[in-house]
C-alpha cells in the first residue's frame, strides 16, 4: 500500500522475529519491505561492552552477528536504537539524581529543573561512582 501510494517512498522493518519474507515483494508473496533492521548487531556491541574485556571478545562471533543475513535480503547495521539511546540517557539521569539525593544536594539547593539537571551533569561528570561509558554520554554543560 506504501510503495503504491509513494512509490519513491522506503520502508524498513523493525523487526526481531527474522520473519523470512519481510523484504520479499508483496507481487513474489513478501510482506513487502525495502530493507530490515540488523537488531542483534546493536545488543551484540551492548552485552561485549558490558559484559567482556577487549581482549575477551570472540572475533569469530562478531563476523558471524556481522554478516548473518539471507542472501538478497537488504538490512540496514546500526550501533544504537532509539530505544536504547532513550534508556542510557535514562540511566544516565537516575544516576545523577542518586547522587544528588544521596549527597543531599537536592534538599540544600533550590533551583529551577534545568540548573537542577546541568548541575546533575556537573555533579555525575565528577562521581567516581560513575561508569566511564555513562560519563562519555552526558551532555556538554558549557
Not at 551533569?121 to 555513562?134: A, F, G
Request: hydrophobic letters at 40%; aromatic letters at 10%.
Amino acid at each position: 500500500m506504501i510503495h503504491e501510494n509513494f512509490p519513491e517512498a522506503v520502508t524498513i522493518a523493525e523487526d526481531v522475529s527474522g520473519m523470512p519474507g519481510l523484504c520479499v515483494p508483496l507481487a513474489l508473496g513478501g510482506v513487502g519491505f525495502d530493507y530490515r533492521l540488523a537488531m542483534a548487531i546493536p545488543d551484540m556491541w551492548i552485552k561485549l561492552l558490558k559484559e567482556k574485556k577487549d581482549d575477551e571478545w570472540d572475533m569469530s562471533n562478531i563476523c558471524w552477528i556481522l554478516t548473518n543475513r539471507r542472501h538478497g535480503e537488504k538490512t540496514i547495521a546500526y550501533a544504537e536504537s532509539h530505544d536504547q539511546a532513550y534508556v542510557n540517557i535514562f540511566i544516565s539521569f537516575l544516576h545523577c539524581f542518586l547522587v544528588l539525593t544521596v549527597t543531599g544536594w537536592l534538599e540544600t539547593n533550590h533551583f529551577s529543573c534545568g540548573s537542577v539537571i546541568k548541575s546533575s551533569i556537573l555533579t555525575c561528570r565528577h562521581s567516581p561512582t560513575l561508569p566511564p561509558s555513562l560519563s562519555a554520554v552526558l551532555p556538554s554543560t558549557k
